[in-house]
């Protein structure tokens, strides 16, 4: 039986991801530093910066049900800005919404919105760390076995270990937890029925 969920590296969970995006390039700055008239052109995404903003501060207040829902809005705010913003930046900033949003469904439980979000960060950067351990984590919670040690087994061969051993353990502790359910349940099952005969506690000898 686990002791309890086990606690993971600080850098992993827990950290909302900031996009910083990158110095321009010369070509960038004509394009979108200036308006026709000289005069600085508007942030096509001022409006999913201030989504994501007000997000983190109701994070950082315990709010994650309200934090989710302004991730959503930056999400929605980014999307219709496809094609007036560079790709690249528009990339970058999607990504780092996504991933607040797959750390904020973890939170609130909802695995499988957590995967999905997770998902989409990891298609967005391959390379992310932040994306694969949350996509296990949701994987885990499902029971998704299969795909959450995939994770850990990427991370590993991207040479974080540690990471890649926590969520083996994570995986591990939430297969104990599933078990237990299971026995929990056919327990009640078996409690609803006292007359039932041998069949049923073969039923439940299968599920060891």
Known sequence: MSSGPCQP?????GQLDECRPRKP????????????LGAPARDPLVGARGYREHAAELWLGGDA?????????ALKATVEERGRVPEEELDEFEQSVQLNLAAG???????SEAKKHASASIWLKPSCPKGRYRLAEACAKLGDWEEAEAAAKH???AGRE???SHLRRLVQDCRKDARKQEKEMATRMLGAQ????????AGLDSMD
């Not at 049900?65 to 809005?73: L, S």
């Not at 469904?105 to 695995?111: I, N, S, V």
């Open 9 to 13: 590296p600080e850098e992993a969970l």
């Open 25 to 36: 390039t010369r070509v960038l700055f004509e394009q979108r530093g200036k308006s026709k």
């Open 65 to 73: 049900a309200g934090a989710v829902a302004e991730w959503q809005k």
């Open 105 to 111: 469904h973890l939170r609130l439980g909802q695995h």
């Open 155 to 157: 991370l590993e061969e």
């Open 162 to 164: 540690q990471l890649a």
């Open 194 to 201: 006292p007359h039932a005969g041998d069949s049923s506690m």
